[in-house]
């Protein structure tokens, strides 16, 4: 299906919900934007579902929800990623996602989530990998 052409990059998109939000969920939306494209400079931004930030490289890695008390990084195979830090801490009882919910006043850990991030990169590189081969 095509896109109209008046539909603007996912990254203005989220520059927009970013700037939109200008409350705390927007500055923590920011910093996590931030942290993504350290962890991974060729990180896709993407706009789904009616306005949900999504990362992807070689298929989704995460999104970045807003809601009222939190915001949320859902990792799209986040069950197959350790986790020695501890982040995730919602939709633990899925097969599949996993998610971090922060709150207001919340800081993440910067390292250990860029760690998760590539983790997530490179379960998605090689899952892609191991498709061609077969």
Known sequence: MSQPATEQ?????????????????GETLAR??????????????????????????DGIICTG??????????FAKGAA??????????????????????REGERIDAGALKALIRAAVALNTASKKKGRSK
């Open 81 to 102: 990623l350790e986790d020695p830090a501890g982040l995730f801490n919602a939709s633990l009882d899925g097969n599949t996602r996993r998610a971090i919910d922060l």
């Open 9 to 25: 990059p996912a990254s203005q998109l989220i520059d927009a919900r970013i700037k939109e939000l200008g409350d705390w969920r």
């Open 32 to 57: 996590l934007r931030a942290l993504i494209h350290e962890a991974d400079p060729e990180v896709v931004e993407e706009w789904k579902w009616r306005g949900v930030p999504v990362w992807s490289h």
């Open 65 to 74: 929800e807003t809601y009222k008390q939190v915001v949320k990084m859902t």
